[in-house]
Every structure is written in structure tokens, then in C-alpha cells.
């Protein structure tokens, strides 16, 4: 039984954590901090994530965190934040693809993307590359894209990437979770492909309690405890990102979560993944799609 009482000691490492203000990212940028990691917590403004900060330094640790205004629906503060990170910082040894939205009412970002599919998916893309140079320049640095087991039930239709059908909430949320797994996997492809040295890892909460459910009415949310059979706390919600930050003996280009019954609660471990997660064609096609949306060649 993992915990993050088992982290390794991270001082001199500097992380990123976006969605640190609050729910499993707030559990995370505390427990990075708790073992002496710089954190910067991620949020999409100042305020929010100075708040955060002062309630983490009143919790203790021995690492310091730093406020970074990042708001994933829109590209242009995406890019700025990796620029203001990479000209003031000279290492980055994990990147924590935290933040995230789920069944919104139908709205899209500013590019034109359905919202959860641009803030989860496209946007920790962008992120990613953009600060993919220091990364490889960081010995033993990891990337954590955090998915969902939401994604087991849906497929990427991309003909509906920009609301062209009708809206379903929760259909879109486990597509933009489908491209976040797929990502990852993709990404650490690519990466041994090059020989390169950045380990690229995914990660599930399981079934927790967290501000994710915000859109959720309460019988929506009373139900599906009930279904559930109960719901996890957030801190231990975010042990399966800890572990795949951290633990030693990771197993690279792999998802991560909780190790109970239908892998939706427990203690970190290896979770098996689906054929279509897998399926290197589709990664390949979406990952050129993305390129295309975005207007850049990463990797």
C-alpha cells in the first residue's frame, strides 16, 4: 500500500501542477512541497493561486511554491506562462497535466473547441510542448497527464470536436479523458523514438471526491455516490499522480490508479489500459490533427 509517505525526498526539484488551487491538484502541489519540491502552482489566475499558497505554507513543508496564472481555454496565456517559466526557471522536473473540467453546460474555448476537450485536451498539448525543451534538458523529468476511466466508454469522433452534433456532457468529457491517455502514450512513443530521456506517464483518481463534480446537481451527485458504493477522499485521490511522479520504479509510457475492485478504488498501481488507448493509428491521428489545430510540430 503506497502513500505518499513513501515519496522520495524532492528537494532542488522544481514542478508544475496545473489546477493547484484546489482538489486533487491542490493534494498534489501540497505533497510535492511537503517533500521539499519548488511548486508552482497553476491556476487560472493569480488570485486563486496565491490563496492556495498561503493555505499549503500554513500546512508546513520544506520546498517553496511559486504563483502561475495559466488559463487553459485560452492559447495565448497557455504561451505566456511557458514563456515566463522557461526564461526565469533552469530546470523542470515534472510536469503535472492536472487541470480540468467536467460536463459543463455546452459552451467551447476561444479557438472554437468544445470547452472540455480544449481545456483538457489541447491545452496541457500546448503546454506541453511548449515546455517539452526544458524537460529533455532536465535529467529523470516526467510528464503526469491525468485521465479518467471515463474514457473506457467513448471514442474520438472528429467530427464533433467542435460541437457540430449535439451536446452530451458526459460523452465529451470521456473523449477529451480518451485524448489525454492517448496523448501520453503517444507522447512517450515518441520520445523513445528519439531516445530521448523524458518519461511520459498517466494517471487516474479513481472514483474521489473533488470540485470536478461542481456541475453535478445534488441528485446527480447523491446517485452516484450511491452507485459508487462511496467515494474516495481527495488526498487519496491523488496518489495515483504522486506515484507516477515519483516512485522510482515506474513503468514508463503507462496509466496509473487506484488498485480495487474495476480499478476504482485503492492505493496506486498499474492500471491495464483498453485496445483503443493503445491503438497507435488512432494516436497517431489525433496527435496530427492536434498539430494541425494548434499550428505547431512537436516532436
Known amino acids: 500500500m503506497w502513500t505518499k509517505k513513501d515519496m522520495p525526498d524532492l528537494t532542488g526539484k522544481t514542478a508544475i501542477v496545473t489546477g493547484a488551487n484546489s482538489g486533487i491538484g491542490f493534494e498534489t502541489a501540497l505533497a510535492l512541497c511537503e517533500v521539499g519540491a519548488t511548486v508552482i502552482v497553476a491556476s487560472r489566475t ?11 505554507e500554513k500546512m508546513g513543508g520544506k520546498g517553496s511554491l511559486k504563483s502561475g496564472a495559466l488559463e487553459l481555454s485560452d492559447e495565448q496565456s497557455i504561451l ?12 523542470l522536473d515534472l510536469l503535472i497535466n492536472n487541470a480540468g473540467i467536467m460536463t459543463p453546460p455546452a459552451s467551447v474555448v476561444k479557438s472554437g473547441f468544445e470547452s472540455q476537450f480544449g ?38 469522433d472528429f467530427d464533433n470536436l467542435r460541437l457540430e452534433k449535439e ?13 489525454n491517455l492517448l496523448f501520453s502514450i503517444e507522447l512517450q ?27 453535478f446537481s445534488k441528485e446527480e451527485f447523491d446517485q452516484a455516490v450511491e452507485n459508487f458504493g462511496g467515494i474516495m477522499p481527495t488526498e487519496q485521490g491523488a496518489l495515483p499522480t504522486l506515484y507516477a511522479a515519483t516512485f522510482t520504479e515506474i513503468e514508463k509510457g503507462n496509466l496509473y490508479g487506484p ?15 483498453n485496445e483503443m488507448a493503445k491503438d497507435q493509428k488512432l494516436a497517431a491521428k489525433l496527435w496530427h490533427k492536434t498539430e494541425e489545430i494548434l499550428g505547431l510540430k512537436f516532436l
Open 46 to 56: 493569480l488570485e486563486k493561486a496565491t490563496e492556495a499558497i498561503l493555505k499549503i
Open 80 to 91: 505566456d506562462f511557458a514563456a515566463n517559466f522557461l526564461e526565469n526557471n533552469s530546470r
Open 119 to 156: 481545456v483538457n485536451y489541447l491545452g496541457h498539448f500546448l503546454l506541453t510542448s511548449k515546455l517539452y525543451p526544458l524537460l529533455k534538458e532536465t535529467a529523470n523529468s516526467r510528464i503526469v497527464t491525468v485521465t479518467s476511466l471515463a474514457y473506457l466508454s467513448v471514442a474520438i
Open 167 to 179: 451536446y452530451n456532457a458526459f460523452r465529451e468529457y470521456g473523449q477529451s479523458k480518451l485524448a
Open 189 to 215: 512513443r515518441k520520445i523513445d523514438k528519439i531516445g530521448g530521456k523524458v518519461i511520459s506517464l498517466a494517471s487516474h483518481p479513481g472514483v474521489t471526491s473533488s470540485n470536478l463534480s461542481r456541475n
Open 259 to 273: 488498485d480495487g475492485a474495476d480499478y476504482l478504488k485503492g492505493f496506486p498501481a498499474l492500471t491495464p489500459v
